[in-house]
């Protein structure tokens, strides 16, 4: 079983928004949390918070990479939970996909699909090491977007690569379950977060409408399926992508 009392949770874009929401949700949970960011005073208020690690990381660079690992397993010995979180989102560029020039696709694909890809690649080594050595496994949880379920004119790039995203979680999930390390995709719809609050001027209202439940969606309202993903409750679950929109897309 998958107890969350003292397991090691790292959570990558943890310096703000919906990946300070998650840390502060796994330290009340009893977790550990690293808090890893590229933006490195956010991890570090982060950490501040809730009495965790901050560690600066840029989710692009395997050798920043392998660096944050080996700070965790300095410190705690162990990743049991890897929340892949970051992504370029604040600071997107919106314009119809024929407008973007190749380096604002390549620049949101590179954080947002292979960043999530690296970081895994990275952080997957010790927790198979593990699997192998001790039979203990591990979680990984990808934040994707329910955006990838209808699509979104002027998110192209965005759209594709959370798309990606949730295809790379299902094949990650099959290659990682004979190790008994989960993988699996939460898909949020529009949030307020410090991010989303910018975008747009009506952002308290947006999409209220064409939700079930008709009010806007919270980081609160997202963290705990992240919770129930690492908990035992969800032993059995991989390759999945849960959608937590308040009743705004179905599949
Ligand atoms: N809020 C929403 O409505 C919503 C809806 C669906 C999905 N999501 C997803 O939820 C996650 C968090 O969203 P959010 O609203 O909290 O957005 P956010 O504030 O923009 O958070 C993203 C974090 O990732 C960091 N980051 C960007 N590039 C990085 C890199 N190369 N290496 C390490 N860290 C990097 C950002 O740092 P900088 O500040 O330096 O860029 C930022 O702290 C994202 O994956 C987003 O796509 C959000």
Redesign the pocket.
Known sequence: MFDLHNKVVLI??A?????RAFAQAFAGAGTHVVAA???EA?AAETAQLIGGLAVG????NEASLQQMVQTVLDNYGKIDVLVN???????ITRKPFYELTEAEWDGVMS?NLK?VWLCSKVVVQAMIERAKTQNVGARIIN?A??TVMSGSPNWSHYVASKGGVIGLTRSMAKELGGFNITVNAIA????L????LNLMDNAQQYGVDRGAIKRPSTADDITGTALYLASPLADFVTGQTIIVDGGKQFI
């Open positions: 990558t874009g310096g703000g928004g919906l990946g960011d590229r933006n956010g990381v840029d989710v692009t979180n970051a992504a370029i989102y604040a600071t954080v960043g934040i977007s329910a949020p719809g529009f949030t977060t410090e991010a989303s």
